[in-house]
């Protein structure tokens, strides 16, 4: 018998790059570990019916402008990581233009804490300006993933 995975997800209209195909779909951990038809799947502590719905995956949003910290009246790492996650987005990544902007390691921290609320994996976007170009060693070591000027 083969090893029980977490979850099947059964009936689903699976979309690849190639084609949309019935199938399900086994996942264990947080790894898709088979595609096939329905009498190939392993056993699963959960199962769900997607009959009549689509499997896609998710979306990447590599410019998002969440405005936390500093401006949290606009719009917060927990409010714009639901809107996104309710949208298909799984990633997200942030623009430096928050207060204070993300052009020290002091501001990128304030940025990391807040992102703590986030429903979605994120990146945070480092400030690429004259006064933080000697800064970019240290904001990569420290967590940035990318430079927006």
């Not at 949003?61 to 639901?82: L, Q």
């Not at 804490?113 to 300006?129: N, Q, R, V």
Request: net charge negative; hydrophobic share 40%.
């Amino acid at each position: 018998m083969r090893p029980e995975v977490d979850l099947v997800i059964r009936g689903a209209s699976v979309v690849s790059p190639d084609a949309i195909v019935p199938a399900s779909v086994a996942i264990a951990g947080e790894q898709i570990v088979a595609v096939g038809h329905d009498d190939t799947m392993p056993p699963a502590r959960e199962e769900l019916r997607a009959d009549g719905l689509f499997l896609l995956p998710g979306a990447i949003d590599s410019h998002v402008h969440f405005r936390d910290p500093g401006y949290p009246h606009k719009e917060t790492w927990r409010t714009g990581s639901a809107a996104a996650a309710l949208g298909g987005v799984t990633t997200v990544f942030d623009m430096p233009n928050t207060s204070p902007a993300t052009g020290t390691v002091e501001a990128l921290r304030l940025k990391q804490k807040a992102a703590e609320a986030s429903y979605c994996d994120f990146g945070i976007h480092g400030l690429l300006g004259d006064d933080t170009i000697e800064r970019l060693e240290e904001l990569l070591e420290a967590g940035v993933t990318s430079f927006k000027a």
